[in-house]
T-cell receptor, first 112, second 112 residues
Framework: EPEVTQTPSHQVTQMGQEVILRCVPI?????FYWYRQILGQKVEFLVS????????KSEIFDDQFSVERPDGSNFTLKIRSTKLEDSAMYFC??????????FGPGTRLTVL | SQQGEEDPQALSIQEGENATMNCSYK?????LQWYRQNSGRGLVHLIL?????REKHSGRLRVTLDTSKKSSSLLITASRAADTASYFC????????????FGQGTILTVHP
């Protein structure tokens, strides 16, 4: 069964460094998303991406964040200058029609 | 309370018993989805129910939706120890490309 994959599973970085989280959505899906979950808290929406552009972003998704679909299969989330409060589990999700979303296993980001 | 609030926050039952989790929300929705998350892992999609549906079944899962009360319930029948996980409802308001708003979740523990 097709699934969303994410790499790396765990990323440790120093505050102020740039990180790129990678996702491979399910191949025929058209809608892509990033969410994050700070330990012990709700899953929060970050951004949705459709037709090669951002369709919606949350207040969390400020200028430090960017997304890209560089090659038709990967979908990346870049955080330009990480802060301690960016430490969280980051989930990528994809959807064929913009309804049912399939999530990847997540990348645990730890900012020191 | 915020969009997508589950209760109870924690539920502990014996194998073979039924587990019922409830979700309430504030605004009108396009659909509501239930997800399962095993500790520290990704989100597994369980079932989607649309705003014009009242009940859906999938295996041992039964989901109901009452749009007049802005609430949904997830029933797991004949529970198993492997059902131990956190369960989240997530609402799609239909105003954007599938952005989901998650609740805090119910932690279900099924004792063998």
């Amino acid at each position: 069964e097709p699934e969303v994959t994410q790499t790396p599973s765990h990323q440790v970085t120093q505050m102020g460094q740039e990180v790129i989280l990678r996702c491979v959505p399910i191949s025929n899906h058209l809608y892509f998303y990033w969410y994050r979950q700070i330990l012990g808290q709700k899953v929060e929406f970050l951004v949705s991406f459709y037709n090669n552009e951002i369709s919606e972003k949350s207040e969390i998704f400020d200028d430090q964040f960017s997304v890209e679909r560089p090659d038709g299969s990967n979908f990346t989330l870049k955080i330009r200058s990480t802060k301690l409060e960016d430490s969280a589990m980051y989930f990528c999700a994809s959807s064929a029609l913009g309804d049912t979303q399939y999530f990847g296993p997540g990348t645990r980001l730890t900012v020191l | 309370s915020q969009q997508g609030e589950e209760d109870p926050q924690a539920l502990s039952i014996q194998e073979g018993e039924n587990a019922t989790m409830n979700c309430s929300y504030k605004t009108s929705i396009n659909n509501l989805q239930w997800y399962r998350q095993n500790s520290g892992r990704g989100l597994v999609h369980l079932i989607l129910i649309r705003s014009n549906e009242r009940e859906k079944h999938s295996g041992r899962l039964r989901v109901t939706l009452d749009t007049s009360k802005k609430s949904s319930s997830l029933l797991i029948t004949a529970s198993r120890a492997a059902d131990t996980a956190s369960y989240f409802c997530a609402t799609d308001r239909g105003t954007s490309y599938g952005k989901l708003t998650f609740g805090q979740g119910t932690i279900l523990t099924v004792h063998p």
